[in-house]
Every structure is written in structure tokens, then in C-alpha cells.
């Protein structure tokens, strides 16, 4: 990449390209400066700089393939439009947010949920009217969660951080606006991962180095532990692939940034070692390109540096 960045955002476009947006550039500094990856060529181009500096913020591409950016260092936000590559601001959150989790729902709004300072709050962003409003708040406070949309059209959010690591999990009811508290995990979590697997079954996997994962399914609102992985990650990465599979790359280990992949197997339910990275990292990004491709770029020891998974069965 042009910039050194991690704690950034990766957002798959209309197009097939990547944008990669704001981070901290290695020295505890946000950062505005965002850029594009080209699958057809391999290579990057900077694209239109953010209105704000952000880092440890969220990121979610609309219905209409604007890409909203949101909060980070603050309570603001704005819209990245791929026709002219350009942003503009759009409204402001009532909270400030980092570490939020937020994701796109059936109907186009976006969701975002809790965030450091230890809160509960959630907020909705109509795309139409490009403002925010408040929805119900989660039962529990909470940062560095995981937000998942099911096949059911509701909202699973799981573990985090309010002090203690969270063992709770809640649901996201988006035709009453309203939260409930669903199965707990066996584990508790921060700074973890969750995929949604082809069978509608969300896989979480590792937070605070741990190497264990489990399942939740939707149909009985718990969680049963699965295989575990080889090793134990935070700040990892995961994207599930074409073949249904899940991709695991780097984190924190007890001892040191893992260059280390791994791939779990719904049908088994067992983790395989794959391929290592060329760099370490931690605080990367993850993108499955239209190719069925895998895009990880930046992170802490990664940097500037970018490579491309190739999975041997798409």
C-alpha cells in the first residue's frame, strides 16, 4: 500500500475493488488518507482522503454502493462515493464511537452497537435521510464485540468488553427495535471473530489469545463448543470462503504476532494449518474478493504490506 496502516477498514465495492480507509499510521496517529486496491492488476492507488482522521472505527457498504465510515476518534461521519471518489460528511451520531461493532441490515440502515467508555447505546443511519437515530439499547455495555446479521433477518451480538470479558449474547429484533438477551458463550470473549456460515450457524473464534471457538445456532439460541484452533489469537482476522470454509489469519499470541492461517471445516468441525502469511500481523484487514480471492492487507508488523490468499477450492 501507499500508507502504513492498521486498525483501519476494508470495504469490498460494486466495482470488485477494495477501499482501505483511515488507520493508525505506526505512531499512535489516525490517520484520513484512504486507498484502493485493484484485483485486475494487483496494485494500489490512493483515492480521495477522508474529512477526519479515524482509526478503530467501522465501516459498511450501502445498498446503493456509497461506503459509510463511521466514528472512530469521535461521533461523526461521512460517505465515500466510487463514481467520483470523493467523501462527504453526512450526520452525526449522538455518541462518539471506537471499537463499535455495525453492520448493513435487510432493510438498508446500518446498525451500530456500544463502544469504549463502556456503552450500551445503539443507533440506526437511514441511508435516505442521511441522519442517525437512537434504537434500543443492548442489555448489556460493551466494545470489541461481534455484530452478525442472521438469515432470519435479526441481529446477534456476542461477547466483548466492559470490564470483565463478556460470556453474554443478545438479538437484535430490527421490526420492534428491541434487544433480548439469547444464549451466553462458553467462553468469554473480546477482540474476537464471528462468521456466518453457509448453514445460517455462526463460528466465533479465539479473543483475549485464546485458541477455542463454538457455534451458535439460531434455531435453539445456544452455543456448543467446536473444534479448537492450533493457536490461540486476538486481533485476528477471519472471512469465510466460497467453498463455505473459514480463513483464519495472524493475531496476538501469548508470545508474539502470528503469521500463522488456519482453515475450519463446518462438516468436520475440525481446524487444519494452512499456508503462513509472508508478514506477521495483527489489527489487519480481511477481504474475500469477487474471485473468490482473499485480500489481507496492513495490520501491526504487517504495515504497508499486502498479500492474496488463494484458496485451493473456490
Known amino acids: 500500500m501507499n500508507n502504513v496502516r492498521y486498525e483501519h477498514t476494508a470495504s469490498l465495492l ?8 483511515g488507520g493508525d ?18 496494485t494500489w492507488k490512493v483515492t480521495g482522503n477522508m474529512n477526519n482522521a479515524r482509526y478503530r472505527h467501522a465501516a459498511a457498504v450501502l445498498k446503493d454502493g456509497r461506503v459509510l465510515a463511521i466514528g472512530g476518534n469521535d461521533n461523526s461521519a461521512e460517505l465515500y462515493n466510487p463514481l467520483n471518489e470523493t467523501w462527504t460528511i453526512t450526520g452525526n451520531l449522538k455518541d462518539a464511537r471506537s471499537f463499535a461493532a455495525a453492520s448493513i441490515l435487510p ?20 441511508p435516505s435521510t442521511r441522519t442517525w437515530r437512537p434504537t434500543g439499547s443492548m442489555n448489556d455495555a460493551r466494545s470489541m464485540h461481534t ?3 442472521l ?15 463478556l460470556k453474554s449474547a443478545e438479538l437484535y429484533d430490527p421490526s420492534t427495535g428491541i434487544w433480548k438477551t439469547t444464549g451466553s458463550m462458553n467462553t468469554g ?23 477455542t471457538a463454538e457455534l451458535y445456532d439460531p434455531s435453539t439460541e445456544t452455543w456448543t463448543i467446536t473444534g479448537s484452533m492450533t ?16 480463513l483464519v489469519t495472524g493475531g496476538d499470541s501469548c508470545s508474539s504476532v502470528l503469521n500463522s492461517v488456519e482453515l475450519y471445516d463446518p462438516v468436520s468441525g475440525t481446524w487444519a494449518i494452512d499456508d503462513s502469511m509472508n508478514d506477521q500481523r495483527e489489527f489487519h484487514t480481511s477481504t474475500v474478493l469477487k474471485d473468490g480471492n482473499v485480500l489481507v492487507a496492513g495490520g501491526f508488523m504487517g504495515f504497508d504490506s499486502a498479500e492474496v490468499y488463494v484458496p485451493l477450492n473456490k
Open 107 to 126: 432493510n438498508g440502515k446500518v446498525l451500530v452497537t456500544g463502544g469504549e467508555g463502556f456503552l450500551s447505546s445503539a443507533e440506526l443511519y437511514d
Open 14 to 21: 460494486a466495482n470488485g475493488k477494495v477501499l482501505v480507509a
Open 147 to 149: 455484530i452478525s446479521v
Open 151 to 165: 438469515q432470519n433477518g435479526k441481529v446477534l451480538v456476542a461477547g466483548g468488553y466492559n470490564g470483565p470479558m
Open 189 to 211: 470473549r473480546m477482540s474476537h471473530t464471528a462468521s456466518l456460515l453457509q448453514n445460517g450457524k455462526v463460528l466465533v473464534t479465539g479473543g483475549e489469545r485464546s485458541n
Open 25 to 42: 499510521n505506526g505512531r499512535a496517529t489516525a490517520i484520513n488518507v484512504c486507498e484502493l486496491y485493484d484485483p485486475s492488476n494487483g
Open 231 to 246: 493457536d490461540g489469537r486476538e486481533y485476528h482476522a477471519a472471512s469465510v470462503l466460497r467453498n463455505g470454509k473459514v
